[in-house]
C-alpha cells in the first residue's frame, strides 16, 4: 500500500469513526428522548388508571344510592296509595255519617 493509499484509508477509517459517533450520540439523544416519553406515558396511564378506579367507586356509589331511590320510591308510592285508600274510606264514613245525622234529624222533626 502506498503511502497515499494510506492515508486514503486512514481518512476513511476517521470519517467513519466520527459518522459512528455522530449516529452514537444522536441515538443516545434519541433514546433519552424515548425514556422520557416512555415514563411520561407510563405516569399517565397510572393517572388513568387511578381516575378509572375512582370513577368505578362512584359508579357503585351511584348505583347503590340509585337502588336506595328505587326502594324509598317504592315506598312513597305504597304510602300514597294507603292514603288514597285511607282518604276513600273518610270520605265513604263521612257520608254513611251525614245520611244517618239526615234521617235521625228527619225522625226528630
Do not use: C, W, Y
Not at 492515508?7 to 443516545?28: S, T, W
Not at 337502588?67 to 270520605?91: A, C, F, M
Amino acid at each position: 500500500m502506498t503511502p497515499d493509499e494510506l492515508d486514503r484509508a486512514i481518512e476513511f477509517i476517521l470519517k467513519n469513526q466520527a459518522r459512528f459517533e455522530e449516529n452514537q450520540a444522536r441515538f443516545d439523544q434519541n433514546q433519552a428522548r424515548f425514556d422520557l416519553r416512555m415514563d411520561r406515558l407510563a405516569e399517565s396511564q397510572d393517572r388513568a388508571a387511578s381516575q378509572l378506579a375512582d370513577l368505578a367507586s362512584k359508579t357503585d356509589s351511584l348505583i347503590s344510592t340509585t337502588t336506595d331511590l328505587v326502594g324509598v320510591s317504592r315506598h312513597l308510592l305504597k304510602t300514597q296509595n294507603e292514603l288514597v285508600e285511607s282518604h276513600r274510606l273518610i270520605t265513604e264514613l263521612v257520608v254513611h255519617q251525614s245520611r244517618r245525622l239526615d234521617r235521625l234529624e228527619d225522625q226528630t222533626s
